[in-house]
């Protein structure tokens, strides 16, 4: 089973700043076959990047995402109030899919 | 627009058997899509339990294999979760899920569209 750690756990910005989340994975993710999640208290996930760096249906391109093997990056390179929230990565190169543990983008 | 819809009871005793069932409105859960059921522990990550097509072909997380059995019922356009032999580790919210794409060997993807969740509590 890969193992995603994410980072940093909490990410304190202010509006308009720069967010840089990281994802790593315990072996490497075959064909960057990774995605991203927004989830916001009290709703489901949303799902924002796939593909390592295709953006979903109506995602701002505020959002992007790189990486290859075992680092993968979501960019938010501008913080809009709304995307104050947690981030989830996840990877479906291999059985079983697994989800990393979070990280936290709050308001400084 | 595709809407996902989860029922079923929100409180089960130990040792017994959850069952939730997702509801597809706004398309036809018979198109080339795989299913799934993810969890979420109160304050904690997401955990993938198990996908199916509506051809009725699963994968299952190995964590939780001997316990989970999803199954798909086209005429209702519904899929549904059982998962056996609770303990109080198994409550969480429980998400059903669209996959967006997958591969015929390789299995279920992403996620692309999501219901709103449903908690089920495991306690006496």
């Known amino acids: 089973e890969i193992v995603l750690t994410q980072s940093p756990g909490t990410l304190s910005l202010s509006p308009g700043e720069r967010a840089t989340l990281s994802c790593r994975a315990s072996?490497?993710?075959?064909?960057?076959?990774l995605a991203w999640y927004q989830q916001k208290p009290g709703q489901a996930p949303r799902l924002l990047i796939y593909g390592a760096s295709s953006r979903a249906s109506g995602i701002p391109d505020r959002f992007s995402g790189s990486g290859s093997g075992t680092d993968f990056t979501l960019i938010i390179s501008r913080l809009e109030p709304e995307d104050f929230a947690v981030y989830y990565c996840?990877?479906?190169?291999?059985?079983?899919?697994?989800f990393g543990g979070g990280s936290k983008v709050e308001i400084k | 627009q595709l809407q996902l819809q989860e029922s079923g009871p929100g409180l089960v005793k130990p040792s017994e058997t959850l069952s939730l069932t997702c509801t597809v409105s706004g398309g036809s859960i018979s198109r080339s899509y795989y299913w799934g059921w993810i969890r979420q522990p109160p304050g904690k990550g997401l955990e993938w339990m198990g996908s199916i097509y509506y051809s009725g072909n699963t994968y299952y997380n190995p964590s939780l294999k001997s316990r989970v059995t999803i199954s798909v019922d086209t005429s209702k356009n519904q899929f549904s979760l059982k998962l056996s032999s609770l303990t109080a580790a198994d409550t969480a919210v429980h998400y059903c899920?669209?996959?967006?794409?997958?591969?015929?060997?390789?299995?279920?993807?992403?996620?692309?569209?999501w219901g709103q969740g449903i908690l089920v509590t495991v306690s006496s």
């Open positions: 899920a669209r996959v967006g794409d997958f591969d015929w060997l390789r299995g279920p993807y992403y996620f692309d569209f």
């Open positions: 072996q490497s993710v075959s064909s960057s076959y």
């Open positions: 996840q990877q479906y190169g291999s059985s079983p899919l697994t």
